[in-house]
């Protein structure tokens, strides 16, 4: 099946740096969501970007499907950026989506 | 914003008892899943549905039944609940167009099996 790897594991930052977070998976058939938790569990859609480039506020997604990789660019971080962020993909034969294990950030002031 | 609803938020179990968490979304989206989540995994699909009264089995689906009565509703049924079924359980919905499929989840719910 499906495979989905995020690296880093773990991130802390400084408010004001930019971090990239990093997925890669298996299939080169991918429909790459990226998702946000916070630290109550709550889980947010950030994006739906099976290929290319997108923005939303200071967050940015790429996607490469050929290179079976994708990142989420924070840029200048906020403490309220703190939480667990996941990737996910489903390639054509796969009803759901598998998720990575997630990036967990931590920004401090 | 899509609106998902899970029902209860956190309930405590007894080994061998009955427990149904229930789902409900305004989205009018065909897609309907059930995930759970286990600290130091991802999540998991155990069901999911693409059309009322009828479900398929994800990737872990055993030890659980699903019920989709209506395409607003889904339902998530552990007939003989058992101490590794102690999870955070997340419903979700979603569309699925040509360039969109976003997923939609609710708050969460925390099943403490004892």
């Known amino acids: 099946g499906q495979q989905v790897q995020q690296s880093p594991a773990s991130l802390v930052l400084q408010e004001g740096e930019n971090a990239e977070l990093q997925c890669n998976f298996s299939s080169t058939a991918t429909r790459l969501q990226w998702f946000y938790q916070h630290p109550g569990g709550r889980l947010v859609s950030l994006f739906y970007n099976p290929s290319g480039t997108k923005h939303t506020g200071r967050l940015t997604s790429t996607t490469v499907t050929n290179e079976r990789r994708g990142s989420l660019h924070i840029s200048s971080s906020q403490t309220t950026d703190s939480g667990t962020y996941f990737c996910a993909t489903r390639n054509n034969y796969a009803q759901g989506l598998t998720f990575g294990l997630g990036t967990r950030v931590s920004v401090f002031p | 914003e899509a609106a998902v609803t899970q029902s209860p938020r956190s309930k405590v179990a007894v080994t061998g008892g009955k427990v149904t968490l229930s789902c409900h979304q305004t989205?009018?989206?065909?897609?309907m899943y059930w995930y759970r989540q286990d600290t130091g995994h991802g999540l998991r699909l155990i069901h999911y549905s693409y059309v009322a009264d009828s479900t398929e089995k994800g990737d872990i689906p055993d030890g659980y039944k699903a019920s989709r009565p209506s395409q607003e509703n889904f339902s998530l049924i552990l007939e003989l609940a058992s101490l590794s079924q102690t999870a955070v359980y997340f419903c979700?919905?979603?569309?699925?167009?040509?360039?969109?499929?976003?997923?939609?989840f609710g708050h969460g719910t925390k099943l403490s099996v004892l």
């Open positions: 979700a919905s979603s569309d699925r167009g040509i360039s969109n499929e976003r997923l939609f």
């Open positions: 989205n009018n989206h065909d897609y």
